[in-house]
């Protein structure tokens, strides 16, 4: 995955009255924030094709039969779907803050109206955009090349459950992104989200995965974030939906207590 370049300036905000108000401030932010991911196009097209790329060698091949209870086909785009959102959050949501604060763009913020709250918003919004693009775009795919189908409905239930699971992942890219610099938090990020797949069994299903996969994997928020959306299409689970959201939440609360820590010291540091 391609790290994050320099940021784009926001748009000039109108007037002293409209720099005041929060809907102003995010709008310019997020239009900042996509023209941004916009002109980066060494991370916008990895990013996009990275999980077509991997469906492509892994789930095309095995689309015949059923999987957790439910076809294959529909199952392996979930899987697929699920890696490309973790992906975003993790890299264009958190890990891009390491670059911003190398290159000053967190201290240019700082004496701008915008608030942290619009600012984390419009890279929120980005994300999600993003992640929305690059899941319509994996569908696409999977229904051209092998066949793959699913109703809209079934469809909206996966990405809405997948979108609100996104939280612990985009917290744990951020707690990245201001404990480390520029040049040691992507290649920690790669480091920690790709095993973290594998052991979910995001990338293939764990019922022919060694036994120690199968032991480690309902402690890792993946699998539990990999049930939300494979539980969408009716797939079988052993435990209650609020288990895996109840998980999920104590990781985003994990997180968060991290990305609390590393922003005082970040702040101590340069007080």
Known sequence: MTQLTGPARPAPLASPAAQARPLTMFTALLRA?????????SFLVPSLLLPIMLF???????????LGGVAAGPYLLVSYAAYSLVSTAIFAFGVATAT???NGWMRQLRVTPASPGAYLAARVAASVLLGLVSVLLLALFARVAGGVTLGAAQFAGVLLRLLLGMVPFALLGLSLGLALGPTGAAPTANLVTLPLMFASGIFYPLDVAPQFIRTLAPYLPGYHYGQLGWTALGARDSAPLWTHALVLAGYALLFLAVCVWAYRRDEARRA
């Not at 492509?56 to 059923?66: H, I, K, Q, S, V």
């Open 33 to 41: 924030e996509l023209r941004k991911l916009l002109r980066n196009r």
């Open 100 to 102: 911003e604060r190398a």
């Open 56 to 66: 492509a060698l892994f789930a095309l091949p095995n689309l015949d039969g059923r």
